[in-house]
């Protein structure tokens, strides 16, 4: 009798001995101050579309210029095409449309100016982003003299 007596005793002394916890556990799961609560939340570090190039070009009137274009197309961008638009001053001697199926390169676009003043290029560049219909213009002014 003595051992059921002890074994009762000893089950109920260890259910009202509190737990003690920090600031952070107390209560049910994660505090929502601590400092691993958020981490699921924080937004991932995404690496930017990018098409870089010089913004204008003095060019001398019938000579071949070429104009350098490097690239980053993150993983999220499919079927990205860049298009160049010239107008009737300038011919462009290399290929109008591009497909981008490399993450990142370098692009050289050859021209010719056929007449002097300034003219600009324009450089259309298309997509998929997540699978969405994406469009971005830019432009390179040319002077030619």
Do not use: W
């Not at 692009?107 to 290029?121: R, T």
């Amino acid at each position: 009798m003595n051992k059921k007596y002890l074994l009762c005793s000893f089950v109920l002394a260890s259910a009202s001995v509190g737990v003690n916890a920090c600031e952070f556990h107390s209560g049910v799961g994660l505090n929502q101050f601590h400092p691993f609560a958020r981490q699921s939340f924080q937004t991932p570090i995404l690496e930017r579309f990018s098409v870089k190039h010089a913004k204008q070009a003095q060019v001398n009137v019938g000579d071949t210029s070429t104009a350098k274009f490097s690239y980053l197309v993150p993983k999220r961008y499919s079927a990205v095409s860049v298009k160049f638009v010239a107008p009737q001053g300038i011919k462009l001697t290399g290929k109008p449309i591009i497909l981008l199926e490399r993450t990142r390169g370098i692009h050289s676009l050859k021209y010719v100016a056929n007449k002097p003043g300034k003219s600009e290029i324009l450089v259309q560049i298309s997509g998929l982003l997540n699978e969405k219909p994406f469009t971005l213009e830019q432009k390179i002014e040319v002077t030619a003299s």
